[in-house]
């Protein structure tokens, strides 16, 4: 059996059928948008323009409202993602403490431009809000996990570590 749920999220039909159901549970909702785009984005990893397709179809919304809302919150990518996505704080506090230059290393180690995503699908580069975390500051997360005070220097050995085989699934 062919395998269809990882990678970067393909599209394919049992995907696309997901879709459907995840609109017939949300339809009678008040402003069911937005929680059938996160649906979406749990799927595929992203929000595929064919996804947003049938959204448009089935809820009878022009993809100009679905792009605007889409395009609007952070949360939801067009783009597929890495496995990992790393999310470096440029908030006041991480930014005034160096989060500049982490983020700086972390697109030089990567070989990748911010909110990229390397060739091998294994890391996307995001720079984001306040994570919430300011007396760690500089912060970034690669997933759940928290790094905190962090320096440029870092950045090499945690990513060696995120692509040691312990790490993959």
């Known amino acids: 059996m062919e395998d269809t749920c990882c990678g970067q999220g393909g599209v394919n039909q049992e995907r696309l059928d997901q879709v459907r159901e995840v609109i017939s549970r949300f339809r009678m909702l008040q402003g069911p948008l937005i929680p059938v785009l996160h649906e979406v984005q749990d799927i595929f990893g992203y929000l595929p323009e064919e996804a947003l397709r049938i959204v448009s179809e089935e809820l009878e919304l022009p993809m100009a409202e679905i792009y605007g809302v889409a395009t609007f919150y952070s949360f939801f990518s067009l783009e597929p993602k890495g496995e990992y996505v790393i ?10 403490k160096g989060a500049q230059a982490v983020l700086d290393r972390l ?12 060739a091998d699908g294994k890391f996307t580069l995001d720079a984001t809000r306040c994570l919430g975390a300011c007396g760690l500051a500089p912060v970034m997360t690669i997933g759940e996990k928290v790094y905190g005070r962090l320096t440029p220097n870092e950045i090499p050995k945690i990513l060696k570590s995120m692509r040691t085989p312990a790490h993959t699934h």
């Open 107 to 118: 697109s030089q180690e990567l070989d990748v431009p911010v909110q990229g995503t390397t």
């Open 87 to 96: 999310r470096v704080c440029m908030g006041t506090a991480c930014y005034i």
